[in-house]
């Protein structure tokens, strides 16, 4: 924050006349001296009134003695310019007599303060309070009960940044927007800006008459102000915390998208200008999905209206809950004609359905403290393939949670994951918190536990809980109670064992022959860990196993809630079972190791016995088991081969996974070629059927499945006809962008840039400097970083900091170059040498990640040279010490995994010389 008092120009984008409306706007809200927009007026040693308040300022929470009763703010908006201007003022509830406020603030100037207590106003000075907070010290102590601070006010809008309020221009006109979880409300406002704090807020923004201004609520009064800005008044909020506020400002274009639900709630679409048509599909379908939500949660849409807001560019996050707008990064909502494909579908359909379901998780129902913030990941994770199976059951979306619950399992085996529920201590952890825990590990653990309720019971717990804490905060035991109030006194205490403590139960089931004929299926469990990891295995969870089996030609189902290090199901008695599957419908959060050949007698004729789901979730299993060195890379590799015929998508595309998953560290140079021949003689016959050109009448499995596998056999395999195919397709696609399906065009793009020369990579990097398309930008400025060449790669990362492209898109370049093994040091050594200029240049949640450009090497020298570069840089980057702990611990699996298995590799792929 600046504490100081100066007078500025003011200049901006817009010119003289932009910056005089500013100014008249600015006037009226006491905002100006010296003729110019005051920045800040307040100086620290005054010449009279009290000394400096010795209080120090909190360390991460604040006091929680006042409260907050309700919001007025008033925001005057260029999105040409530098700074805004706002006044606050907040109705407050003092607890106990105080001479000190405390309030979060980021980037704020204090211009004006005081508080009206008693029917009287009492000055305030500002107390700096470092980077998040800032201090009002009254000037006579204000008493306990009712109170009323006022704050005029500046701010950044930020033009780099996608967090707090920020701008971005977009085919020559600029936009403003905001995004302000989890703690970036406090650049807007100086706020309560913790999730406890829920409370109404009333806005009214100053803005050009030729934009458009959104915000949470409806417009209820639009007036001109006569100097080309107008004021919009928003109607109250229902109460909120400061991180779901939000705001849109800009010549937008407005697509109505109808009604939905039992109140009639309008549903509409903003898009830049511009775009309006590009929006037909967000607008079909969002009304629809809102509808089934609601019906599921049995309680009305809680808001006035929904709105859907496109942002050109963001970093951090794909879309954002915001109670009535929820703003979406543009490739999500919005696609030309020809960019509707399948994909974006699908893509589409799953985040909205996850961010219209915060509306009740997260918005009406808000976590009291970042702890809990899987209440609202999780809980709207879990709920889209629900959601998206009942709207579109050809979907296949139960198959797609299965593979999203192994993906989280992958994040959960490592020591330095973090629980679902986890301590919130520094600033780090909250950053920290949005993550595939969060969001996979816990939206598995809600479907496990549904599958153990049932249904409808896991609904009506879900239903007490919103309805007794709506438009309120919640925490993880008053969800928990409500779950164990319908399904047992046992459920609350199961579900904490897996809140609590990190990491992937490994079961093991084994039969057990016993005296009186009635076989019993002995299972144990210890925690999932990888070779070389640094764990221990001793930990138990209350663990739901559904078990579901034949013998003598019936199948049955049996359960049991394992709460204890070992345990014992006894199934029919008499006859021996033919096939036994312990996680019935693979809806259970653990990995199951088959003792006695049960494996080998699921998997028979395919594992014609089993659901696709239960089929994906057993070969998931198995892959995932040669990491802990029960099953061998030449038997995952074995099990691919024989699974590869599979008609199934989801089937092929794990046996793909398992194919991949050894090329990059596991493969000698001098068996590279046999690899590619492995790859060749499993895949490519598909892969060359299917080509690069969809076929009239062709499913949407088929149209999925391309893109993968043919990547796959192009790259690994070294498909000369694919690879020649993809070439041609690429130029032709320059010229003429219907040449290539929208689903395949990254494919063709990268296919062609790792075997091209640097005359394709000058037509690349013209067309990403010329298109004004972000989605065709996006994807040939990440071709840019999979050419293999190395003058032409260190070319490509030259690009990265030279200001041609905006650096939110540009730094693909460098991630898309770590996925070949001959430029992954070349990107290392260009991070490392350009370290501050990608800090100075890159946007705060983009830096965070930076440690893992390390995460792909496989040996211990880089491991040491990755901690000895970063140790002392990563607490600079919010969230960093744990991504550096995180990319630290892969290469050390990595290393391990690759001294164990290698072998096994090795003795496979001997066959393919």
């Known amino acids: 924050m600046h504490w100081r008092s100066k007078c500025v120009s003011g200049t901006n984008e817009n010119g003289s006349k932009e910056l005089e409306v500013m100014r008249s706007r600015a006037r009226r809200l006491g905002l100006v001296r010296c003729g110019m927009i005051l920045l800040g007026t307040w100086r620290l040693a005054m010449a009279a009134g009290p000394g400096p308040v010795e209080t120090a300022p909190p360390a991460l929470r604040l006091p929680g003695t006042v409260q907050p009763v309700h919001y007025q703010a008033e925001l005057t908006i260029d999105p040409t310019a530098d700074t805004f201007a706002g006044t606050l003022d907040i109705e407050l509830l003092v607890g106990e007599k105080t001479s000190l406020l405390w309030l979060n603030a980021t980037e704020l100037t204090i211009r004006d303060a005081s508080v009206t207590s008693g029917g009287e106003r009492v000055g305030s000075k500002p107390v700096p309070g470092g980077e998040d907070f800032v201090g009002f010290a009254f000037d006579r102590p204000?008493?306990?009960?009712?109170?009323?601070?006022?704050v005029a006010y500046t701010g950044m809008l930020n033009k780099n940044e996608t967090n707090g309020l920020f701008r971005q221009q977009e085919n020559g006109d600029w936009y403003a927007f905001s995004q302000f979880e989890a703690t970036d409300a406090r650049k807007a406002f100086p706020c309560f800006d913790e999730p406890s704090y829920k409370t109404p807020w009333?806005?009214?923004?100053?803005?050009?008459?030729?934009?458009?201004a959104v915000s949470n609520t409806p417009v209820i009064s639009e007036i001109d102000e006569g100097d080309g800005m107008k004021t919009v008044r928003f109607a109250v909020t229902k109460p909120l915390p400061s991180y779901l506020v939000a705001i849109g400002v800009g010549p937008f274009d407005v697509v109505d998208a109808g009604r939905s639900g039992t109140k009639n709630t309008p549903v509409r679409i903003i898009t830049p200008k511009g775009k309006a048509a590009e929006a037909r599909y967000a607008a079909a379908t969002t009304p629809a999905l809102l509808a089934l939500l609601e019906q599921y949660f049995r309680i009305p849409f809680p808001y006035e209206k929904l709105d859907c807001l496109a942002i050109p560019e963001t970093v951090g996050f794909g879309a954002m809950e915001n109670a009535g707008l929820i703003t979406y990064r543009v490739p999500l909502i919005l696609a030309k004609p020809q960019d509707q494909t399948i994909s974006f579908e699908r893509a589409y359909a799953n985040v909205c359905v996850h961010e219209v379901a915060h509306q009740w998780f997260g918005d009406y129902v808000t976590m009291k403290w970042w702890d809990d913030i899987w209440l609202n990941e999780s809980f709207a994770t879990w709920m889209t393939p629900k959601i998206i199976d009942q709207w579109k059951p050809e979907w296949g979306s139960r198959v797609d949670k299965v593979v999203s619950r192994s993906n989280a399992m992958g994040n959960d085996t490592l020591v330095t994951a973090r629980k679902i529920r986890q301590p919130i201590e520094t600033r780090h952890d909250i950053a920290n918190a949005f993550d595939g825990i969060s969001y996979g590990k816990g939206a598995a653990v809600l479907a496990m536990f549904e599958a153990w309720m049932g249904e409808e019971k896991f609904r009506d717990g879900v239903h007490h809980y919103l309805a007794a804490h709506a438009f309120g905060n919640a925490s993880a035991d008053d969800f928990l109670a409500a779950m164990s109030a319908e399904g047992g006194k046992e459920i609350g205490p199961a579900i904490s064992t897996f809140l609590e403590q990190p990491g992937v139960p490994l079961v093991t089931a084994e039969l057990k022959a016993n005296s009186d004929s009635v076989p019993s299926l002995f299972l144990t469990q210890r925690r999932f860990l990888p070779v070389g990891s640094t764990g221990s295995a001793k930990q138990t969870w209350h663990i739901p196993i559904r078990v579901r089996y034949r013998a003598a030609g019936v199948e049955s189902q049996t359960r049991l809630l394992m709460t204890t290090e070992t345990a014992e199901i006894s199934l029919s008695p008499g006859a021996h079972p033919d096939w036994i599957l312990a996680n019935e419908g693979e809806s259970g959060y653990y990995r199951v190791l088959y003792?006695?050949?049960?494996?080998?007698?699921?998997?028979?004729?395919?594992?014609?016995?089993?659901?696709?789901?239960?089929?994906?979730?057993?070969?998931?299993?198995?892959?995932?088991?040669?990491?802990t060195g029960d099953v061998s890379m030449r038997d995952a590799l074995n099990l691919a081969v024989l699974l590869a015929k599979d008609n199934n998508r989801h089937i092929i595309e794990r046996t793909l996974r398992i194919a991949a998953s050894i090329d990059s560290h596991l493969v000698p140079y001098e068996l590279r070629q046999s690899y590619s021949r492995f790859i060749q003689q499993v895949f490519g016959e598909r892969a060359r059927a299917l080509g690069f050109t969809p076929n009239p009448g062709e499913d949407d499995e088929t149209r999925l499945l391309r893109s993968r596998i043919i990547a796959l056999v192009a790259d690994e395999g070294e498909d000369p006809v694919l690879v020649a195919e993809a070439a041609?397709?690429?130029?032709?696609?320059?010229?003429?962008?219907?040449?290539?399906?929208?689903?395949?065009?990254s494919t063709v793009l990268r296919v062609a840039a790792r075997n091209g020369d640097r005359a394709l990579f000058d037509l690349f990097h013209a067309e990403a400097a010329k298109t004004h398309d972000r989605r065709e930008r996006g994807r040939l400025l990440s071709a840019l970083g999979s050419f293999r060449d190395e003058a032409i790669?260190?070319?490509?990362?030259?690009?990265?900091?030279?200001?041609?492209f905006d650096i939110r898109e540009a730094d693909v370049i460098f991630w898309s170059g770590l996925d070949d093994p001959k430029s992954r040091e070349m990107v290392y050594e260009f991070v490392k040498k350009n370290f501050d200029g990608l800090m100075a240049k890159l946007p705060r949640d983009a830096v965070s990640d930076l440690p893992f450009v390390g995460g792909s090497f496989c040996d211990k020298a880089h491991a040491a040279d990755l901690e000895s570069f970063f140790k002392h840089r990563v607490e600079k980057l919010t969230g960093g010490p744990r991504t550096l702990a995180q990319a630290l611990e892969i290469i050390s699996l990595c290393t391990a995994f690759k001294e164990a298995q290698q072998p096994s590799v090795i003795g496979f792929l001997t066959q393919y010389r």
Do not use: C, Y
């Open 793 to 804: 790669e260190r070319a490509a990362l030259d690009i990265v900091l030279s200001g041609e």
């Open 728 to 745: 041609k397709l690429a130029r032709l696609w320059l010229k003429d962008r219907s040449a290539v399906n929208s689903d395949l065009v």
């Open 595 to 627: 003792k006695g050949g049960f494996l080998d007698r699921l998997l028979k004729d395919g594992g014609a016995v089993m659901s696709v789901a239960e089929r994906t979730g057993v070969v998931g299993d198995v892959a995932a088991l040669v990491e």
């Open 142 to 150: 204000v008493s306990e009960g009712p109170a009323t601070l006022h």
């Open 202 to 212: 009333q806005l009214t923004l100053h803005v050009s008459r030729k934009n458009v």
